[in-house]
């Protein structure tokens, strides 16, 4: 395999990040900060729920892998033959053979979510302290243990169920991503469990995971969802969180909990005032600048 690197500026990244995929059959393109590490390094994406900053880096780094040597220079010749004299050719170089499975492995330990509940990829084994585990692997589908957001919802459920709330009558984990949050509720003791999602690719995440898991949970689109939960999760983002408001609560039964996370620190009070007509969220847990927002209803919502 064969690494080609390109210099470009913003304007010329989509229009060769294009080329090399549609027409020089790159294997994959990637597009990195050529100032990164310099005092002329920047932001490119903005935050959660927030608009980006620009659409590409000025002066951008290009990286595109090919099957040999020959089809990386034919690639570079043609782009560079358009006369775009802001795109410059940086190197085509072999790239060393590795075990990206084993690569991948490396990057994903076991998790604790405390000191008896921990996440495992399959092929670890688990710690001898762990009680429940989670039997989960990297996949396409948001969810595997390592972001803040989903440590902190399944810490919220493991310390209800100690406390001795749990089961719930029914469990709705709305945006399930790799589900997760619906088989981390499934371990503490909840039986009736829809995990639902937009992305197909999640639903069938999270029935394999489940599968794997031996828990049963019902998983679709959201259409899924129907009646009223005694505990509602969904790990979002902060701004999707704000438009399901009034559709998230019609889903809380009469004492239910809902759980909301992917709200960083400085959205919690928007969220909380976005909510305060259905249920009063207060902040329940705290990591790395994202906040956990948990809230029990004292009525049956309309």
């Given amino acids: 395999m064969v690494e080609m690197i ?17 027409e020089h059959q790159a294997l994959s393109v990637s597009v990195e ?7 002329a390094e920047r932001a490119l994406f903005g935050e959660p729920g927030m608009p980006a900053v620009a659409a590409a880096w000025e002066h951008s780094r290009v990286r595109a892998l090919f099957a040999d040597e020959e089809q990386a220079a034919r690639a570079a010749t043609a782009l560079l033959a358009q006369g775009d004299d802001r795109l410059r050719l940086a190197s085509i170089e072999p790239l060393e053979n590795q075990d990206w499975v084993r690569l991948t492995q490396s990057q994903f330990a076991p998790t604790a979510i405390t000191p008896e509940f921990w996440i495992v990829p399959t092929w670890h084994e688990p710690p001898p302290e762990a009680r429940r585990v989670i039997r989960l ?4 589908a948001f969810g595997t243990g390592t ?9 919220w459920i493991a310390r209800r169920s100690s406390a001795g709330n749990a089961p719930w009558s029914r469990v709705l984990d709305y945006g399930c991503g790799s589900g997760i949050l619906a088989i981390g509720a499934a371990l503490h003791g909840a ?16 029935i394999a995971n489940a599968r794997a898991n031996d828990v049963t949970l019902a998983c679709g689109l959201p ?3 129907a009646g009223t939960y005694g505990l509602v999760l969904a790990n979002i983002l902060a701004t999707p969180l704000k438009v399901l408001a009034p559709l998230l609560c019609t889903f ?19 969220i909380a ?3 305060q007509p259905w249920l009063v969220l207060e902040p329940a847990d705290l990591e790395d600048g994202w906040v956990l927002m948990a809230g029990r209803s004292t009525r049956r919502m309309a």
Avoid: F, N, W
């Avoid at 972001?147 to 810490?155: A, D, E, G, N």
């Avoid at 039986?191 to 999270?206: G, Q």
């Fill in 252 to 270: 809380l039964e009469s004492g239910a909990d809902l759980v909301l996370a992917g709200i960083l620190e400085r959205q919690a009070e928007e």
């Fill in 33 to 39: 900060d050529a100032d990164a590490g310099t005092d």
């Fill in 6 to 22: 390109l210099l470009a500026a913003a304007a010329s990244i989509e229009s060769v990040s294009d080329a090399l995929l549609d």
């Fill in 147 to 155: 972001h803040p957001t989903t440590r902190m919802c399944l810490r």
């Fill in 191 to 206: 039986r009736s469990i829809d995990a639902v999602d937009i992305d197909p690719e999640a639903v069938k995440a999270s």
């Fill in 223 to 225: 259409d899924l969802a």
């Fill in 273 to 275: 005032a976005t909510y």
């Fill in 137 to 140: 692997d990297p996949g396409m």
